[in-house]
């Protein structure tokens, strides 16, 4: 197992992703959330909602490089960003310990 290899536990975070912004408005998300906090599992603060930009990105594209900026979803990846990288800075520190 790669945690025995690596002696520490390697970071994870469920993202709600193929979020519809209707269904997110009515928390239909909400019970799921709950389930996953309780368990203790990490969990980014916002799902990713289902935008036109992220099919338009295709396999070699960035949010940054499609015609049409979508600054939501360029905040949305900002902010996911930002959370995968503490997570994995706090496991990696804790290994240290």
Known sequence: MVEE???RKLPAMIVINQHDLVTGRAK???PLREILRESG???ASQ???RRASYQSIGAAGTL???TKSD???IAEMETLLGELLTLYRSTATEALL
């Open 28 to 30: 239909a998300h909400e």
């Open 41 to 43: 599992v990490a969990l």
């Open 5 to 7: 290899d690596q002696k």
């Open 64 to 66: 940054q490089t499609v």
């Open 47 to 49: 799902p990713i909602a």
């Open 71 to 73: 600054p939501k979803a």
